[in-house]
């Protein structure tokens, strides 16, 4: 056989050297790495988007950017443990190497936000998609009007991002945080997320809503919404499907006629609203 | 269509069944794999082969829901059947493909891409709805945003010699998908073969540059307006036998307009979830990846190979399948092929090759499936 050139680097992985790590929460960790080629093609990437993260001999899974790529290739990752890939991902110590393939997938519609109200919900992990995009809202070059952002979590235990939460808030985010459960020391919230939404007044037709969670938050979040006036096309969802090649060749994350990994993950509510009300879809 | 201009035939020889084994020698001169038709445990699969004489020479095939048998034609026919298990898929997208190995050093470790593999290929008798299939294929692997170079590199150092089909099976329904019998794009070299009583011949057309060259040195003589009329006389036939069919009219939307029809319920009661239908079918793409190591650790490798969406771990999502019924995932086959596929690459992913209706254990046909679902559907 005659060796002829090689497959493109959209299924290659790239080399990326973990800087830090540390367990932001139990049983979720925040890694920061460093890659070492192509650090600009990845300063390209967009909030929302995601990387193929490699650990070595074991597999590979979607993780979104939870701090976008910088100009030297630092970027972060919130990894919660689960399985065996990331188990090894959240395993490797300072110094160690992974695997990475992207950026992957459309990421939030920024360019839509000038001008308007943002609001932002996320449930459990979803907030990591999510954290580059508050960020921006809160220290980058955004036109949009106001940010609000009602994260749920479990328990307060469970609650990312804590110190993040206080930047954004002093920088002008409106966070409201809520929790499933909790003991009496607790003086927050207490309630699914969808129900801190009826005690903030919205202007629905200014408002774009940015939601990442468990689906059956994401449909209940959606369809409060929708009775709040704001239009479909103003909810974006980011969906999670299981994936293999994040490049439109695996067909695993197929979602009816969309393929999650390059026609999403993040979507509007008018295009999937039919689709996500069908079981097992 | 074709019309029958005098200039139209330029292109069209007549090589005599003797003169076949010339063509097969002038692909191996060529430095071409042949890749033919040829019968393996009691059906016709594709496979390399040496000589005309590994055609299968006087067989047919007879197919029905859920069955499959050979046959003796009454004549020595090299292409008298239709389609078998096998499919070019196995070549231009191959059940299992090395992607890269990686291997550990100092501080890390260096991942390297698989070689490309670009050995020149000839298909031989690849019919009309098989070349459809390919040109789905291609659109999913070279037309998006991101393109296969393994595929790209196989695509392109393959030749393509088309078979026009004289006899369909009764599982084929190519005319209701418009891509067959008759060949009409994409081919290198187009073949019809025609037996009378007292002659078995062959129509060559001889479409581009490549197929051309290979033909140079046999013994064609030209066709002529009688060669064309004689090779439409065998599509066109073929054409007419064809009893199976599908209704595509409005299936797109049909079929995503009702997810919850309870005919889903009704084939799932049938349907093993064996994910035959997948395997055999020249169209679907779908692969997943295992990653390795050796036993020293060192060394770690990325496979790709086929998948399913009949598999449970196809749709795994923290810990379980999003498609845990059967009945989720007949739907999400026949959905895509049928109705999502239009959405994703502009064209139905079934070319009515009839493979999944014959291969079935259940004898579970698409079409009378698609049927079924247009009863009682949701407008
Ligand atoms: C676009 C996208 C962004 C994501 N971002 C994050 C993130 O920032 N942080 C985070 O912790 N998790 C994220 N996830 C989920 C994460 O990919 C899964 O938790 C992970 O795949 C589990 O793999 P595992 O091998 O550890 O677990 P196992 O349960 O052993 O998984 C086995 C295989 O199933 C598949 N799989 C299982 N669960 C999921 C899942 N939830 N999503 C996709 N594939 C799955 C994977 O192919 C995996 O290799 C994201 C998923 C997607 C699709
Ligand atoms: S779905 Fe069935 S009939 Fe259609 S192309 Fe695939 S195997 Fe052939
Ligand atoms: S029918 Fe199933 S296996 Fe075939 S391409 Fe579609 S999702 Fe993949
Ligand atoms: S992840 Fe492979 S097609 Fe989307």
């Known amino acids: 056989m005659k060796q002829g050139h090689h497959q493109t680097h959209d299924s290659i992985p790239a080399i990326a050297t973990v800087k830090t790590k540390r367990w932001e929460i139990e049983g979720v960790a925040i890694i920061d790495v460093k890659l070492s080629t192509n650090q600009r093609a990845w300063a390209q990437s967009k909030p929302g988007q995601f990387a193929m993260l490699y650990g070595f001999g074991v597999g590979e899974i979607p993780i979104s950017f939870s701090t976008l790529p910088s100009a030297e290739g630092r970027v972060s990752f919130t990894i919660r443990r689960t399985g065996a890939v990331s188990a090894a991902l959240t395993r490797i110590k300072c110094g160690g190497v992974i695997g990475m393939r992207g950026p992957f997938g459309n990421g939030w519609p920024i360019e839509q936000l000038a001008g308007r109200d943002v609001v932002i919900i996320a449930g459990g992990l979803g907030v990591a998609p999510l954290r580059p995009v508050i960020d921006y809202l809160a220290f980058g070059r955004s036109d949009a009007n106001r940010a609000t952002l009602f994260y749920g979590a479990r328990e307060p235990a469970a609650i990312l991002y804590t110190k993040d939460i206080e930047r954004w808030r002093n920088a002008g985010v409106d966070v409201h945080t809520t929790v499933d459960t909790a003991s009496h020391d607790w003086r927050g919230n207490v309630g699914v997320v969808t129900s801190l939404l009826s005690g903030v007044p919205l202007d629905s037709e200014n408002t774009v809503a940015l939601i990442c969670g468990p689906e059956i938050m994401m449909r209940y979040a959606a369809e409060a919404l929708k009775d709040a006036g704001v239009s479909d096309e103003d909810v974006w969802l980011s969906l999670e499907r299981n994936m293999k090649c994040a490049i439109g060749f695996c067909g695993h994350c197929q979602f009816g006629p969309a393929f999650i990994c390059k026609d999403g993950p993040a979507f509007a509510y008018d295009q999937i609203r039919s689709n996500l009300f069908v079981r097992e879809l | ?379």
């Open chain 2, 1 to 379: 269509m074709r019309t029958f201009d005098d200039d139209d035939t330029n292109h069209l020889f007549i090589l005599e069944r003797a003169g076949f084994g010339a063509l097969i020698e002038a692909l191996s001169d060529a430095e071409y794999e042949v890749i033919a038709p040829t019968i393996r445990d009691g059906a016709i699969i594709y496979d390399a082969i040496i000589s005309e004489v590994d055609l299968p020479s006087g067989w047919a095939d007879d197919q029905q829901a859920g069955r499959y048998k050979l046959k003796r034609r009454n004549d020595e026919a090299l292409f008298g059947y239709a389609v078998g298990p096998h499919s070019w898929k196995k070549y231009l997208h191959p059940p299992e493909q090395l992607l890269w190995r990686a291997k550990k050093k100092e501080g890390g470790f260096d991942i390297h891409a698989a070689p490309i593999d670009t050995r020149k290929r000839a298909f031989l008798g690849v019919r009309a709805c098989e070349i459809a299939a390919i040109e789905i294929q291609d659109r999913v692997f070279l037309r998006g945003p991101h393109i296969d170079e393994a595929y790209r590199a196989r695509r392109e150092n393959t030749l393509i010699i088309a078979v026009n089909c004289g006899d369909p099976a009764a599982t084929c329904f190519c005319v209701s998908m418009s891509t067959g019998p008759a060949v009409r794009s994409g081919y290198d070299i187009a073949i019809t073969e025609i037996i009378s009583e007292d002659r078995h011949h062959f129509v060559i057309d001889a479409a581009g540059d490549a197929g051309r060259t290979v033909l140079k040195h046999l013994p064609l003589r030209p066709a002529g307006k009688k060669g064309l009329q004689a090779a439409e006389a065998v599509t066109a036939h073929a054409q007419q036998q064809m009893k199976r069919s599908l209704d595509t009219d409005g299936l797109q939307a049909l079929l995503q307009n009702n997810a919850d029809h309870p005919q889903w319920d009704n084939v799932a009661s049938r349907c093993l979830s064996c994910t035959n239908c997948t395997a055999v079918c020249p169209t679907c793409f779908c692969t997943t990846v295992e990653d390795h190591t050796d036993l020293s650790g060192e060394n770690a490798e990325r496979v790709q190979h086929w998948d399913s969406c009949f598999s449970g771990s196809f749709s795994e999502l923290g810990g379980a399948p999003v498609r845990r019924s059967t009945k989720s995932r007949y739907r999400q086959w026949m959905t895509h092929k049928l109705s999502t596929w239009i959405d994703q690459f502009g064209t139905s992913g079934c070319v009515g090759c009839g493979r999944c209706i014959a291969w079935c254990p259940a004898g579970i046909d698409i079409t009378e499936e698609a049927a079924a679902i247009r009863k009682g559907a949701n407008s």
